[in-house]
């Protein structure tokens, strides 16, 4: 490389360096960042890499619940098709139509925005659901085994849930940020955040009929940078060789760590924070 090439490389690369500096600084001087703090339910640590120097948390999300009753069924499709069509879904075919199927299947995700609620009321609703599944599961194999108790399997599943199970529920989306965070203020509880979303059919059921709705594909974006600073904390459980998986279905899959972080002007994640709970102190899994 002679010297006018390198030092035309050179300055790009100082270039990028300044512009990634420049919108990091603006999008953290937001007058009043939304700040929430999530566990490793919500953020998952997936076990280090030795090939790879970074850390990162996935984010993690529960879908909302589906099976709803009439009342809240049509409350929820007006909701969705008024977001499907903010981001600029087609939701003008029947849904008794036959290719309707096939429309909605062909139409590819869109970019905007997402409203999450935190262990908040679609939290319980969700809970609620899963354990409402569970005791159909547990008086039908009463009524095949009189005498017997429940099954294991579903009693397990809502303490899993319950214990292990992200608390971050969609409940609304759309084009305009700003619109959104109007109608639901309360930064603590609800994240406005970019994502993918694409269009989706719920089939009917005895109690409602089909509609359509939204659904997250990924936040943007789908994981958050640990910084050098909040390593020291998090690097001894990244070495932790088992799954998340594997420590969802384990004897007390409590959280180890919380942490908090903070979205700018330009919806950008960091972390500002990282504190280890209880659980961390308990023996790895090799």
């Known amino acids: 490389m002679n010297r006018i090439t390198f030092v035309a490389a050179s300055g790009v690369v100082v270039a990028a360096t300044a512009v990634s500096v420049g919108f990091m600084a603006w999008n953290r001087s937001a007058v009043r960042p939304d700040v929430v703090t999530l566990t490793e339910r919500e ?26 009753n009439a009342a809240d069924a049509e409350r929820v499709a007006r909701r969705d ?15 008794a139509d036959a290719t309707t199927r096939d429309h909605v299947r062909r139409m590819l995700a869109r970019s905007g925005f997402v409203v999450f609620e935190y262990d908040g009321e679609s939290w319980r609703a969700f809970a609620e659901q899963v354990a409402r599944g569970a005791m159909d599961a547990q008086v039908a194999a009463r009524e095949a085994s009189p005498g017997q108790g ?18 971050l529920i969609p409940v ?10 109007q109608r639901y203020p309360d930064t603590s509880r609800f994240l406005v955040v970019p994502a993918l979303i694409r269009i989706d059919l719920v089939e009917p059921t005895t109690e409602a009929p089909g509609r359509l709705a939204f ?3 990924s ?10 600073e909040h390593r020291a904390l998090l690097d001894p459980l990244a070495r932790d060789r088992r799954e998340p998986a594997d420590r969802r279905a384990a004897s007390d899959p409590q959280p180890r760590y919380e942490v ?5 002007r330009s919806h950008e994640p960091w972390i500002t924070g990282v504190r280890l709970l209880p659980a961390a102190a308990a023996p790895a899994a090799r």
């Not at 069509?85 to 075919?93: A, K, P």
């Not at 429940?150 to 608390?167: K, L, N, T, V």
């Not at 609304?172 to 965070?181: C, T, Y």
């Not at 936040?219 to 050098?228: A, T």
Request: net charge neutral; with cysteine.
């Open 260 to 264: 908090t972080v903070a979205y700018g």
């Open 81 to 95: 098709r008024t977001a499907l069509e903010s981001l600029g879904f087609d939701c003008s075919l029947p849904l």
């Open 150 to 167: 429940p099954p294991a399997d579903s009693a397990d599943r809502i303490r899993r849930e319950r214990m292990a199970g992200s608390r």
């Open 219 to 228: 936040p943007q974006p789908p994981v958050i940078h640990v910084p050098r």
């Open 172 to 181: 609304d989306a759309g084009a305009d940020a700003r619109d959104l965070r």
């Open 43 to 68: 953020l998952a640590l997936p076990f280090a890499d030795p090939e790879n120097t970074g850390l990162w948390l996935e984010v993690r999300w529960q879908n909302p619940p589906r099976d709803l």
């Open 215 to 217: 659904r997250v594909v």
